[in-house]
């Protein structure tokens, strides 16, 4: 008996000492899963508490619906019933698990007029681009002033947005529309390097700083004059930051800015030239290429249309029953400024935001070139190509150049 209890005895020392030595090895185990480095910091329920969808929320089925044009105007009806507190009961949202439901959720607190830029909090770090290119809309179509902050802080983000109108970065959109609501811009490029960046990201949180307390129309008058100065400068980068800043201030600039695209008639000349390797069959496709020189002594700038050049293919059969053409693919050259003249109101058609991303400034002696094809055409023949490039912001008719092409059966 005595002997058992001994083993006993030994048996317990020996399940003590591996308990010793299994307990830190656990405790390890659980600080390598948990890092001390906090993560990222999640505006929601533990900033301010949210509702949270709860199971069955008829909402959240509806949020989660593919085609949010469909279900806006339901949506809209039923919410406007909440009054203020939709803007809460939207950020409860950010808690879903799906970016269809989030990025519904935002969409519809821009189209319930949420100007508050403290309502779209919860979903500051959404993983989803949508999401936050949809609170850069709410705060540029609400000219939200305390946004400013969250706009800088989103500079730097390079996830891309694909869409039928093109491709951008979210740090893209957030540079825009922190111009159009500061009325500032202080050389940010995203081509910079970070030292760069981070210069100017310093200056204009200074500025922000200084002038958070003022109404924003100081902010207008303020951006008109840096503009203003920035045109008058012989760099050519800060004279196009002039141009693109008068563009995003919008309305109150549109004065400034149509006065900076004015030119005389003869300041720009066009030509157009089309080069095929060998004659032209009538099933061929040319190309062709419009060329506008500055031939003033100073900078032109111009904003042409997303479609120009705009080309014209006509066949001349009066050319074609004598014979005689000019050589394929030598352009004429015609005085810019001439021609039908510019259709009625084209100095109104475009809003100055919608020509920021086509601005160029060209300096003396510069080409600005547009490639093109015509063809194939319904017969053999010497056909005219007519070209144009219209520029909304001047009053002048479009800068026109043509030339002839002879088409081979």
């Known amino acids: 008996m005595d002997r058992i209890i001994q083993i006993l005895g030994r048996m317990r020392r020996f399940l003590s000492f591996l308990l010793l030595i299994v307990t830190p ?18 505006a929601s329920a533990e900033a301010s508490p949210k509702p949270t969808p709860t199971p069955g929320d008829p909402r959240a089925e509806e949020l989660a619906q593919e085609d949010y044009e469909a279900l806006r105007p339901h949506l809209l009806e039923d919410l406007s019933r909440l009054g203020r507190s939709r803007c809460v009961i939207l950020g409860g949202y950010a808690a879903s698990r799906n970016a269809r439901v989030r990025e519904n959720a935002v969409r519809a607190m821009l189209d319930t007029g949420c100007d508050e830029i403290a309502a779209f909090a919860p979903y500051f770090d959404d993983p989803d681009p949508w999401v936050s ?53 202080f050389h940010y490029d995203p081509k910079r390097g970070p030292a760069g960046q981070q210069e100017a990201v310093d200056q204009w949180r200074r500025w922000f700083e200084e002038h958070r307390t003022e109404p924003r129309s100081l902010w207008v008058t303020a951006g008109l004059a840096l503009a203003r100065d920035y045109l008058r400068r012989a760099y050519a980068p800060h004279r196009l930051e002039g141009i693109r800043l008068l563009a995003l201030i919008g309305p109150p600039a549109l004065a400034d800015l149509r006065a900076a695209f004015e030119r005389s008639p003869g300041d720009l000349k066009a030509r157009v030239a089309c080069t095929p390797e060998e004659p032209p069959r009538v099933t061929d496709r040319v190309p062709c290429v419009l060329e506008v020189e500055n031939v003033s002594t100073r900078r032109i700038p111009l ?32 005085g810019a400024g001439k021609g039908a003249g510019a259709p009625e109101g084209s100095t109104r058609s475009a809003l100055p935001a919608e020509i920021v991303s086509r ?14 094809t015509i063809g194939p055409v319904p017969g053999a023949g010497h056909y005219e190509v007519r070209t144009r490039i219209t520029d909304p912001l001047t009053s002048l008719p479009p800068v026109e150049a043509g030339t002839m092409v002879r088409f081979e059966q």
């Open 303 to 334: 904003a042409p249309k997303p479609d120009d050049p705009v080309v014209e293919l006509r066949r001349d059969d009066a050319v074609s029953e004598r014979g005689a053409s000019r050589p394929a693919g030598r352009g004429t050259v015609s």
């Open 25 to 42: 090895a656990a405790s390890f185990s659980f600080a390598q899963e948990r890092p001390d480095r906090p993560g990222p910091p999640v």
């Open 133 to 185: 290119e949809t609170i850069l809309r709410a705060v540029e179509a609400h000219l939200m002033t305390g946004a400013v902050p969250y706009l800088l802080d989103r500079l730097g983000d390079r996830r891309t947005i694909v869409s039928d109108d093109g491709t951008w970065t979210i740090g893209e959109t957030a540079l825009r529309v922190l111009i159009v609501v500061t009325c500032q811009s």
């Open 359 to 372: 601005m160029v400034d060209l300096a003396p002696g510069e080409v600005l070139r547009r490639e093109f």
